[in-house]
């Protein structure tokens, strides 16, 4: 589905990139800015609480010079990706998968192909393409909230200087942690909107179908998504055994 | 991949077409072969599930069967990509007998969709066509609403005008009477009429429930069977 639609979107000579960017747009409004206060308290929430805890532990332990680095593993690497992506499974795959179901049922899809309009480059790309887009934006909001907003809301338990915080955090930052930033969270954009897309196109012409697809969608991308990152991190983490002679 | 050239309709064929629907049921059509007439307003009649609104879908290429072929002209349907089907895909305009409109765009969105998306002419051109018909079908009060702010009457007359809206040369006309009212109904005939007079429409198949608008349209009978079609050459009207 993924070549397909960009396929036919790059084959459509008509479709304008008037026409695209209208519905990237859109996508990008719905799925990333209308999720920013509730990506927010999450972040707050989410910062908080592994700072808070993980301050005390490594101060007990001696070891506080190291929180940049737990940080960085644990809200860049892994809690980051894994939240926003659920998060935009919960509020855009499910109305993702809905909407393009209904599209079926109400005949739109079949209209739009009656009029000369490929669905898989006019519904279908630009959903996938604005949901990759703003899942990276979530993303990394999510980081920036969580590590100086979780700060902040942890700042009241702890005496932690800011100052000390920051450098810690800049100095644990490496050119891997982008790279595992874009991979695992443009991944998993690509795959929870391609399955939402694919699961809402299934629909033949009832609506009873919409709710049992959109369900699917939800499980489906849950699944291949989680796998996807436990999957990534645990090479991930093999290379780093393997480069410091752990692991043969 | 590029669109084939296409310089109008001169044949429609169907050779040991079958079609059954994916959700199941009975085989709509079996070993179907027929030549389909041109040139005429067609009401396509039959029992009651008998095919015919499938037979429009097949003929619009909205559907494929699952064995057999359709030729359009030399150009067998069913091996053809979307891409490569499209020239042929503007020169028809097809309408739905339920739903079918863009839900989430106003009415004059929905008839300028085709229009603008294949830049058939400029946004100007689009809106005052759109506006034209508005105020000769006389909602132009309700242009700048979306399709569930108004009628089911009026939702199904916007999708049997945008049917006509890229001026095709083959109609194919799903039920296109039933709810649009006896005025708008008249207007719409009178359409196909203007249509045909000016060359621009050549072809129209069509199905109704009610038979006094085929009568007003002049049409040749296609009676629709699981093998085949029988044309009743002599017009409904008589």
């Known amino acids: 589905m993924i070549y397909l639609s960009f396929r036919a979107a790059f084959y459509d000579q008509a479709q304008g990139l008037r026409t695209v960017c209208g519905v990237v747009s859109a996508q990008i409004y719905f799925t990333g800015w209308q999720a920013m206060p509730l990506i927010t308290v999450l972040a707050l929430a989410t910062g908080g609480i592994i700072i808070l805890q993980s301050s005390l532990q490594l101060s007990l332990l001696g070891g506080a010079s190291m929180i940049g680095n737990l940080l960085v593993v644990v809200v860049v690497r892994e809690v980051g990706p894994l939240i926003t992506a659920l998060l935009v499974i919960a509020r855009s795959g499910t109305a993702v998968a809905s909407e393009i179901g209904n599209m079926r049922v109400n005949r739109e899809i079949e209209a739009l192909e009656a009029m000369g309009i490929n669905p898989l480059s006019y519904i279908v790309f630009p959903r996938i393409l604005g949901g990759v887009i703003s899942l990276l934006c979530l993303a990394f909001f999510f980081n920036v909230i969580a590590l100086t907003g979780g700060f902040m809301v942890a700042r009241v338990t702890t005496d932690l200087p800011f100052a000390f915080y920051m450098d810690s955090l800049l100095q644990a930052i490496a050119i891997e942690d982008v790279a595992l930033f874009f991979l695992k969270n443009g991944f998993s954009g690509l795959i929870i909107f391609v399955v939402a897309c694919y699961q809402g196109l299934l629909v033949k012409q009832s609506p009873h179908e919409v709710p049992q697809v959109t369900t699917k969608a939800v499980v489906n991308a849950i699944i291949y998504v989680t796998t996807f990152n436990l999957t990534v991190t645990a090479l991930w983490y093999l290379n780093q055994l393997m480069r410091l002679g752990l692991w043969r | ?238």
Request: charged fraction near 25%; include cysteine.
């Open chain 2, 1 to 238: 991949m590029k669109g084939v050239a296409f310089d109008g309709f001169k044949r429609l064929r169907f050779e040991s077409m079958s079609f059954v629907y994916e959700t199941g049921g009975p085989l709509v059509f079996e070993d179907f072969t027929a030549d389909l007439p041109l040139g005429k307003n067609v009401f396509v009649t039959g029992s009651a599930g008998s095919g015919q609104s499938t037979l429009l879908k097949i003929l619009a290429v909205l559907v494929q069967p699952q064995s057999g072929r359709y030729y359009i002209n030399e150009f067998n349907t069913t091996e053809m990509s979307l891409e490569e089907f499209l020239p042929i895909r503007l020169k028809i305009g097809y309408s739905f007998d339920l739903g079918g409109l863009m839900v989430n765009r106003t009415l004059r969105e929905n008839l300028m969709l085709p229009l603008l998306y294949h830049k058939i002419c400029g946004d100007e051109e689009a809106a005052e066509r759109a506006r034209k018909l508005a105020e000769e079908f006389g909602f132009k009060g309700q242009l700048d609403m979306r399709p569930a702010m108004v009628s089911g009457g009026l939702r199904k007359l916007i999708t049997v005008l945008r049917a006509f809206i890229l001026r095709p040369e083959m109609a194919i006309l799903d039920d296109p009477f039933t709810g649009i009212g006896i005025d708008a109904a008249r207007k719409v005939v009178r359409l196909i009429h203007e249509r045909r007079e000016t060359g621009e429409l050549k072809h129209v198949f069509l199905t109704s429930r009610d038979g006094s608008w085929i009568r007003e349209l002049d049409c040749v009978t296609l009676a629709v069977g699981r093998h085949s079609i029988e044309l009743q050459e002599e017009r409904a009207a008589s």
